[in-house]
């Protein structure tokens, strides 16, 4: 089992839609959580870290579920600047040297 | 400004000339990385360094070397480069702390074609 898995899409969603991407992870004693946005060609950069009760940040929402080892990402009232990849980061307990990307989830929102 | 700066930015080259790609970062990062991105395969990490003097294999460390002399400076070297390392290179840091991790800050990526 890959360390860290998510579903490539692409997502094709219209303006104003809500859109879910998961992210799971296979090592149970993985520590911190992220999700990373990225633009074409362009270099990642953070979306939000993923915090154990769950955290808003305006129309992006992420969550954990320990139990069931995997992330996500909600996104409410999508908007066209949305589209990018989606990169979920996963660290464990060794920190960065267990450092994991996923290979990221692809969003294209249309007018 | 805060940043990470890698170069060439772009670099066509052919098999078995020594390159070097340089990565600075000015916000005096401990934590310091090379990732390759290649379609349908994500990020792959090549090395990464915790601190002066400490650099550690990453997942493809195979035909690459680095050196990290300096806390800034993390260049990464292709001693003989071959057509299957052409790609899209990131450097990147991080103000890591054992047990606190944090943001990671990325260059703006060098796309590497050896022909």
């Known amino acids: 089992r890959k360390e860290v898995e998510q579903d490539p899409g692409p997502f094709n969603v219209p303006e104003g839609a809500t859109v879910a991407f998961n992210c799971t992870y296979s090592n149970s004693a993985s520590q911190s959580f992220f999700w990373y946005r990225q633009d074409c060609r362009k270099e990642p950069k953070l979306l939000m870290s993923v915090y154990s009760s769950g955290n808003e940040d305006g129309r992006f929402t992420a969550q954990l579920n320990r139990a069931s080892q995997y992330i996500s990402l909600l996104i409410r009232d999508s908007k066209l600047s949305d589209s990018a990849t989606y990169l979920c980061?996963?660290?464990?307990?060794?920190?960065?040297?267990?450092?994991?990307f996923g290979k990221g989830t692809m969003l294209l929102v249309s007018p | 400004e805060a940043q990470v700066t890698q170069n060439p930015r772009y670099l066509i080259t052919v098999t078995g000339k020594k390159l070097t790609v340089t990565c600075s970062q000015n916000?005096?990062?401990?934590?310091m990385s090379w990732y390759r991105q290649d379609p349908g395969l994500g990020l792959r990490q090549i090395y990464y360094?915790?601190?002066?003097?400490?650099?550690d294999k990453g997942d493809v460390p195979e035909g690459y070397k680095v050196s990290r002399k300096e806390k800034r400076n993390f260049p990464l070297i292709l001693e003989s480069p071959s057509p299957n390392q052409t790609s899209l290179y990131f450097c990147?840091?991080?103000?890591?702390?054992?047990?606190?991790?944090?943001?990671?800050?990325f260059g703006e990526g060098s796309r590497l074609t050896v022909l």
């Open positions: 990147a840091s991080s103000p890591y702390r054992q047990g606190n991790t944090g943001e990671l800050f």
């Open positions: 980061v996963v660290i464990g307990a060794s920190g960065y040297s267990t450092l994991t």
């Open positions: 916000m005096n990062h401990e934590y």
């Open positions: 360094s915790m601190n002066v003097e400490v650099t």
